[in-house]
């Protein structure tokens, strides 16, 4: 996805809280996280919606790039 382009797949974010999203459909999962012995969701996305579970303005260079790509994103799906 545009918004995740240029950020590699082990990067670290910030999350502050305990609970997580289960989607009805995997199909909106866009991307999963691993913590422990647990592997949830931690970001969706249907049509031109984008959510996430972490704090990208908390989550330093990660975070910043996402954000960047989110603010240069044209709002199509790939």
Known sequence: HPVFEGIDSGAN???????????????????TTEYGSINFCSAITQGNLV?????????GRHGLKLLENFAKWDGKTC
Do not use: G
């Open 51 to 59: 959510a996430t579970q972490f704090h990208p303005e908390k989550s």
């Open 13 to 31: 974010f910030y999350f502050v809280h305990s609970y997580f999203p289960q989607p009805a459909s995997e199909e909106n999962i866009l991307a």
